[in-house]
């Protein structure tokens, strides 16, 4: 059986609101950030399978159209309301009666007459068996979202199923309905009547008022969670739960909302007016988890997150606190924030794929190098995965190949770049921004000429918000793997690789004293010489770790060398240039020239590493460092031992 996903695991630790008998916990806003093809749809679809009959949950995706808050609501109401084993069934009668009133045509302003006739319609409604009135709810969607001028119609005739079974459950229990409203910190006290006619004309006045209607409807929403969960939750049994002492101690989970892309229109301002709502309630925490996907940092959120998180693409010595990945997520890390920065929020990165999990995606036979190397090209993205699957169908793989992925790019990439979910960047533009995309520290900020390109700047920037640039170490920032090398792959082979040359050209020519800005220029033309001159000059000089750590961005410059070559074949030319460029070496000079090309070879993400190529640069690595005089080879060992299990460069 294979291992659950880590984000059913890290939803599991969340479903805890308290043992029996204490004060309950409080649950967070958790928001799965990733970009196109991480898998956020797939993510839900795991923990909602997970949660089965054990957890109550329910589930709303804004992917299509533009829905208003009641037609969240009204679906996820209709969710919770199903039949769970083991528990009474859910009632949401405040919710229902809020949308009766809110639905209601009374047909004047009289205050007075709105409320005869909003009463007579009740006890009517109490007194039938199909009171004929009611099964106009079925519209109520509808003619809901025309009143709010929310959403169009198309968009909530599809709720028009769930409504009358929501609405139908109130009959029974009109007087305890109404009672119940009570609860709801927008009623005023009173009369329960005087409450729903100001519901109404929230919703149908004059000067209707779509905001103050979506806290009212919430409120009414809150109250039923809370009123549910205290009759139904007693202590679970057979439910999914990594909750700590889960054998020893009786104990409640909370509800689940499961919220997919609520980065489209719709979702932020569902979260707001949620979070809102949960904040302006004083008593015990709302048992309910909400647990969002979205595959954007989305600019409304700087105010949302922005006090206390840190887009992911900004370097750990920026203010806020650091998005965690799936697996280091949980809730003592969300709730141990500072004072004056606390968040409802808990954005959380979904991780790649591991091996394992892409060979399972692949297929039940296929071989590990397959998996391997899909997991190697695609850094673990759930949607690359399923894109090189059909490529690698019947394919070899042999170690060392550069061409697994076909020679004949950009175009057997554009359908997958265009599917990026960029709106504003053509692909075109796209692949002509690669050097500054892939490695944004390239350009010089005072940079003219050639390399000024009137678009990256948006581009850099919607990359960032669609969350395919991650904060790296240090001040640099990375680009995801998968992306970067179809840029890379389509820029070099576009007009012949005319495009490609000229750009790192110009990018190398304004790179002035910066000698490693230089070397991955240099490297990237394919001028192999000069970069060993640098890497030899500053061998005895710098200290091991700062040597390396420069060798490290550079070889991971991109290149253009012919795709039908093979990595032996490509290495031996690479050294043969040098020894022609230097033919009175000493060994460290030949050292040197294996050691950068095997490096510079193994970070295409398109090219199969083997075992040969990692020993390689392990035995380069450990041959510098018994030439070394210097103190710290121990730096050189460390990374020789990383190369040989294939974790560097």
């Not at 390689?616 to 103190?631: H, Q």
């Amino acid at each position: 059986m294979a291992e659950p996903d880590r984000t059913v695991l890290f939803t599991r630790q969340l479903l805890w609101h308290g043992a029996v008998g204490e004060p309950p916990r409080k649950p967070p806003v958790v928001v799965l950030l990733g970009p196109a093809g991480s898998g956020k749809t797939h993510a839900l679809h795991q923990i909602d399978v997970d949660l089965g009959w054990g957890v109550v949950h329910s589930r709303f995706d804004f992917g299509d159209g533009a829905p208003s808050p009641a037609d969240v609501l009204t679906r996820l109401a209709y969710g919770f309301s199903r039949s769970w084993r083991h528990r009474a069934k859910p009632r949401f009668l405040r919710f229902a009666l809020a949308l009766i009133a809110a639905r209601a045509d009374l047909g004047t302003t009289d205050y007075t007459q709105d409320k005869a006739k909003l009463r007579r319609l009740l006890e009517e409604f109490h007194r039938d068996r199909v009171p004929r009135w009611v099964d106009a709810t079925t519209g109520l969607g509808v003619r809901l979202a025309t009143a709010t001028g929310a959403v169009p119609a198309p968009v909530a005739d599809a709720f028009s199923a769930e409504l009358p079974k929501l609405v139908r459950a109130v009959r029974p229990r009109l007087t305890q309905a109404l009672r119940s409203l009570r609860d709801v910190e927008w009623f005023q006290g009173g009369d329960a009547y005087d409450a729903l006619i100001d519901l109404n004309r929230l919703a149908r006045g004059r000067e209707a008022d779509p905001e103050r209607l979506t806290a009212w409807l919430l409120e009414a929403f809150l109250a039923d969670v809370r009123e549910n969960h205290r009759r139904m939750s007693g202590p679970e049994r057979r439910s999914p739960c990594d909750c700590p002492d889960s054998r020893r101690q009786p104990h409640v989970h909370t509800w689940v909302a499961l919220l997919d892309n609520v980065d489209h229109p719709g979702g932020l301002a569902f979260l707001r007016a949620l979070t809102a709502a949960r904040e302006r309630h004083h008593g015990t925490p709302d048992p309910l988890l909400v647990v969002a996907t979205s595959g954007s940092w989305h600019g409304e959120w700087d105010d949302e997150l922005g006090r206390t998180w840190r887009p992911p693409w900004q370097p750990g010595s920026g203010a806020g606190r650091t998005v965690p990945v799936c697996g280091q997520a949980s809730h003592e890390h969300w709730a141990g924030q500072a004072e004056g920065r606390a968040s409802a929020y808990y954005p959380v990165l979904l991780e790649p794929l591991s091996v394992g999990a892409v060979a399972e995606l692949l297929g039940r036979d296929v071989p590990r190098a397959h998996a391997e190397f899909a997991h190697r090209a695609t850094g673990g993205l759930p949607g690359a995965v399923r894109h090189v699957a059909k490529v690698l169908r019947d394919k070899e793989i042999v170690p060392g190949a550069r061409d697994v992925l076909g020679a004949g790019g950009p175009e057997p990439w554009r359908s997958w770049l265009s599917g990026l979910g960029l709106s504003t960047v053509d692909v075109d533009e796209l692949v002509a921004a690669a050097p500054f995309a892939t490695a944004p520290w390239l350009v010089q900020p005072r940079a003219e000429g050639a390399v000024v390109q009137p678009r990256v700047g948006p581009i850099l920037t919607e990359l960032r918000a669609s969350l395919w640039v991650r904060a790296g170490e240090g001040d640099q920032v990375t680009l995801h793997p998968w992306l970067a090398g179809n840029l890379a792959s389509a820029l070099a082979r576009r007009d012949d690789g005319a495009a490609y040359r000229t750009q790192f050209a110009a990018l190398q020519a304004t790179a002035g004293t910066d000698a490693v800005r230089r070397a991955y220029c240099l490297l990237a033309l394919g001028e192999f010489p000069a970069v060993v001159d640098l890497f030899e000059r500053d061998f005895p000089e710098l200290p091991h770790l700062e040597w390396l750590d420069r060798l490290t961005l550079v070889v991971h410059a991109p290149d253009d060398q012919p795709l039908g070559a093979g990595y032996d074949e490509l290495r031996e030319q690479l050294v043969k240039a040098d020894r022609e460029h230097r033919p009175d070496r000493t060994p460290l000079r030949s050292e040197l020239a294996r050691l950068i090309a095997a490096s510079w070879l193994a970070t295409n993400p398109f090219a199969v590493r083997g075992s040969a190529q990692n020993r390689d640069i392990e035995l380069a690595l450990a041959n510098l460092s018994r030439a070394s005089e210097r103190a710290d080879t121990t730096h050189l060992y460390t990374f020789a031992d990383r190369a040989a299990r294939g974790l560097w460069p």
